[in-house]
């Protein structure tokens, strides 16, 4: 019995995301699909409840238990991200990616999840490569298969029905330098 748990990273980005894999569930032999929230990154902590909300209140009308690691923790996560070069992190995307993503990786482990993906995958604004590198580094460590596709061409896609959907939609991917850095503005 082969378990998927999705990271969501927010509510549009898994529309699509959770669509297709419930589409090819059978052909993936997926017997069981999940999805848990864990974004300890996000600034500003209205930010944050902003896209919790919207993440609990989309997997609920999917008649699915929207599963949380509710950790709001800036403090540590700007801690890190800020002193960068003095870590083991070739970036403040890589921090970010292994520091949430172990977490979902560890929670998978203690539930009896066979595999884990995560909806980052759609976006066309975040690091593909670093993120699939960092899946990679995690299946080994925890034996726990990475289910891996490329959901990028399904962006817009999902941003349309996010809007259809009333969907809270943010303007940028989620830490603080993020919105320094201006890269998020006009999605």
């Not at 409840?49 to 599963?67: G, H, M, N, Q, W």
């Amino acid at each position: 019995m082969n378990k998927l748990l999705i990271h969501a990273c927010c509510a549009p980005c898994l529309v699509e995301v959770y669509d297709v894999l419930l589409k090819e569930q059978q052909s993936l032999n997926i017997s069981e699909m999940d999805i848990i929230w864990y974004n300890k990154n996000i600034h500003p902590k209205v930010e944050y409840d902003k896209r919790k909300k919207a993440y609990i209140e989309y997997v609920k009308s999917l008649d699915k238990t929207p599963y949380l690691i509710d950790e709001y923790d800036l403090m540590s996560f700007t801690k890190i991200a800020s002193s960068i070069e003095d870590t083991e992190y070739t970036s403040r995307c890589d921090y970010c990616y292994i520091s949430r993503l172990e977490k979902v990786f560890i929670y998978a482990k203690e539930n009896g999840y066979t595999h884990v993906t995560t909806t980052l995958l759609i976006s066309p604004y975040q690091n593909h490569d670093l993120i699939i590198s960092v899946l990679l580094r995690l299946e080994k460590k925890y034996n726990i298969k990475f289910l891996y596709k490329d959901f990028r061409p399904l962006f817009r896609e999902g941003q349309r029905k996010s809007r259809e959907l009333g969907l809270y939609m943010q303007k940028y991917c989620g830490c603080i330098y993020s919105i320094d850095e201006g890269r998020w503005q006009g999605i």
